[in-house]
């Protein structure tokens, strides 16, 4: 069974850091593309980054030279180092698997909180 | 950068036909892809590559892609089927990944 699993949420400071986690479980992580999304309190989805299986990532505007995505094979987790935080950047956090086949996302994390205040 | 408009709401009542509508630049030569989110909960794909359906997706469900609309139908809606609903493409020639503004549907 496939399981992805967030930590590492948070309240920090602006300007602060935060590494959030994602475990996988039931494939690997380097096996599929990976990405996280976020979500505002009370606004949509927001895709902020995806690793490759190859290894090339890509970001979005709002977060790039801030934020840098990663996985660690032996441990079979993606992780999000979140810099330079602003308040912008508070949201639910849920990682998420794209499928073998297309470009859709067919498993999420439950979402880990990131809370951006003084 | 590539934008996905989406009617901030949708109202229906129950057994009726919901329609939400996803806007973007020549969408239809992408697959659009389709996802339910309910309150506290992570997204779920509801439709894929403009039509297709998951397992466990009732057929009620369907999508459709043509010019610079795809559009969600929802047939026989049922008050479970209140929900956020979002539109998602994959733009190739940023390798971003797009969400719509996403669409609240409201069960009259």
């Known amino acids: 069974e496939v399981k992805l699993v967030e930590s590492g949420g948070g309240l920090v400071q602006p300007g602060g850091s935060l590494r959030l986690s994602c475990a996988a479980s039931?494939?690997?992580?380097?096996?599929?593309?990976m990405s996280w999304v976020r979500q505002a309190p009370g606004k949509g989805l927001e895709w902020v980054s995806v690793?490759?299986?190859?290894?090339?990532?890509y970001y979005a505007d709002s977060v790039k030279g801030r934020f840098i995505i990663s996985r660690d094979y032996s441990k079979n987790t993606l992780f999000l180092q979140m810099n330079n935080l602003t308040a912008d950047d508070t949201g639910v956090y849920f990682c998420?698997?794209?499928?073998?086949?297309?470009?859709?996302?067919?498993?999420w994390g439950q979402g880990t909180l990131v809370t951006v205040s003084s | 950068s590539y934008v996905l408009t989406q009617p901030p709401s949708v109202s229906v009542a129950p057994g009726k036909t919901a329609r939400i509508t996803c806007g973007g630049h020549?969408?239809?030569?992408?697959?659009v892809h389709w996802y339910q989110q309910k309150p506290g909960q992570a997204p779920v794909v509801v439709v894929y590559?403009?039509?297709d359906r998951p397992s466990g997706t009732p057929d009620r469900f369907s999508g459709s892609n043509s010019g610079n609309t795809a559009t969600l139908t929802i047939s026989r809606v049922e008050a479970g089927d209140e929900a956020d609903y979002y539109c998602?493409?994959?733009?190739?020639?940023?390798?971003?990944?797009?969400f719509g503004g996403g669409t609240k549907l409201t069960v009259l």
């Open positions: 998420a698997r794209e499928t073998y086949s297309s470009s859709y996302f067919d498993y």
């Open positions: 039931g494939f690997t992580v380097t096996s599929n593309y």
């Open positions: 690793i490759y299986t190859g290894g090339p990532t």
């Open positions: 020549n969408i239809q030569s992408t697959s």
């Open positions: 590559d403009d039509s």
């Open positions: 998602q493409v994959r733009d190739s020639a940023s390798d971003h990944w797009i």
